[in-house]
């Protein structure tokens, strides 16, 4: 990434998941390290966030998941982001993600994985190590 352009952040959540203050605080420490952020707001499907992140252009899709939905949602994301190709992009995720889960997101293509109580600089610093 060169040092002129700032990162593109798509920051979505997924699902029937009706929780944001944590994707919300999220948000604000990305926007304080300097990245350009997209918010979607609550309630997104896999189709909106395929489309956004394609429209926007972005260089990273990170999901904020607290509902439980996470491996089916993230195994419908995976087939339209590559059909897309956004499978060269950093994919990220956050939330209530049970320790038996994470190797399945690492196998979908979801490299971040940051449970609840992750801290925030440990998040942007992964961002800034991992954008191509």
């Known amino acids: 990434m060169t040092q002129d352009k700032r ?3 798509l920051l ?8 944001d203050q944590g994707a919300k605080v999220v948000v604000r420490a990305m926007m304080d ?8 707001g609550l309630r997104q499907t896999p189709e909106q966030v395929a489309r956004i992140a394609l429209e926007e252009d972005v260089d ?7 509902a439980g939905s996470h491996l089916p949602f993230c195994r419908k994301l995976k087939g339209l982001l590559e059909a897309n ?3 060269d992009k950093l994919w990220m995720i956050g939330g209530n993600l049970p320790k038996q889960d994470h190797e399945q997101l690492r196998e979908l293509g979801f490299k971040g994985i940051f449970p609840t ?6 998040i942007t610093a992964y961002v800034r190590e991992n954008v191509r």
């Open 7 to 9: 990162i593109r952040v």
């Open 12 to 19: 979505a959540k997924p699902g029937l998941d009706g929780h």
């Open 33 to 40: 390290a300097g990245f350009e952020v997209i918010y979607t």
């Open 60 to 66: 990273v899709i990170a999901l904020s998941s607290l």
């Open 85 to 87: 190709e956004l499978g």
């Open 117 to 122: 109580g992750s801290r925030l600089d440990a």
